[in-house]
């Protein structure tokens, strides 16, 4: 997280890593409780039946993959809600998809596509599931497309982009995804922006020269809420104001409580 004190950042990396062997079981359980509590309020697979509020730690799951809960349903739409977007002109991607609670949020804004990229084929195939029954009549995009690969691999396409990370990954993996990211956004500038939920590495990000900070979110109490917002330089420096005075329009019809 953003305000993380570096040294207990240091501490709880290797065995003590929050998602270690050691810590990361006590670390799950409390999301469990945490994400049911979570449902209870906002009741986001109660009204869409979907199945996307249970955390899911795979047993053979190296420290570098983190483990799959999902954000918060109501900080997605107010992520998604507050940038300045110019509709059917972004596609969305969310590394790490896991069950797809963000790509279906998402599909309530006019995306031009939305891209999930999940290493685990159990959460890829009920994200696959997820899709099929999320039909709001609120829903505003229904170009998914879902890849089981590992996000180090994905290739950006020519379009400009939201990325979306919820804490998906350890230190050194995030390091190369935002050099693929940077390597993009040089070889071809377009608006970009990069949300980071539970920035516990937001440093990488800081040291950007691509990258520039343009929001942020720090609720005291609830860590996993906080998140930052970074546009591309790139972006800006086209001059596209147009694009960025025009705001989506959030669908109260289905936001979360
Ligand atoms: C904290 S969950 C985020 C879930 C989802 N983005 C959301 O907001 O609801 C992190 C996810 O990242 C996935 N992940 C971790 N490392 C990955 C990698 N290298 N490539 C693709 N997915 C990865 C995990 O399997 C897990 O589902």
Redesign the pocket.
């Known amino acids: 997280m953003a305000a993380m004190n570096p040294l207990l950042t240091k501490v709880f990396r290797g065995p003590l890593d929050l998602n270690g062997p050691v810590i990361g079981r006590l670390f799950y359980l409390f999301e469990y409780a945490r994400a049911y509590v979570e449902e209870r309020h906002e009741a986001f697979d109660a009204r869409f039946g979907t199945d996307t509020s249970a955390p899911v730690f795979e047993h053979h799951q190296k420290t570098s993959?983190?483990?799959?809960?999902?954000?918060t349903a109501s900080v997605i739409y107010e992520i998604i809600g507050s940038l300045p977007l110019t509709p059917n002109k972004f596609t969305f991607i969310?590394?790490?998809?896991?069950k797809g609670?963000?790509l279906l949020v998402a599909s309530e804004f006019p995306f031009t596509k939305i891209v999930g990229?999940?290493?685990?084929s159990y959460?890829h195939h009920v994200a696959e599931e997820n899709i099929k029954r999320y039909k709001p009549s609120s829903q505003q995009c229904a170009a998914f497309e879902l890849h089981c690969m590992?996000?180090?691999d994905y290739a950006y396409g020519e379009e400009p982009f939201v990325l979306?990370l919820?804490?998906?990954?350890g230190r050194e993996?995030l390091e190369k995804i935002i050099a693929n990211l940077e390597a993009t956004l040089r070889a071809r500038p377009r608006e970009a922006y990069v949300v980071y939920v539970y920035p516990q590495y937001d440093d990488l990000f800081q040291n950007s020269s691509v990258l520039r900070r343009v929001r942020e979110a720090s609720p005291k109490w609830q860590p996993w809420n906080q998140y930052v917002v970074y546009a591309a330089s790139a972006g800006t420096a086209t001059g596209d104001q147009g694009a960025a005075d025009t705001q989506l329009p959030v669908t109260a019809a289905s936001k979360a409580a």
Not at 166 to 169: L, T, V
């Open positions: 993959v983190h483990f799959y809960v999902p954000t969310d590394m790490g998809s896991g609670r963000a990229v999940e290493l685990s959460l590992d996000a180090l979306f919820f804490d998906p990954f993996i």
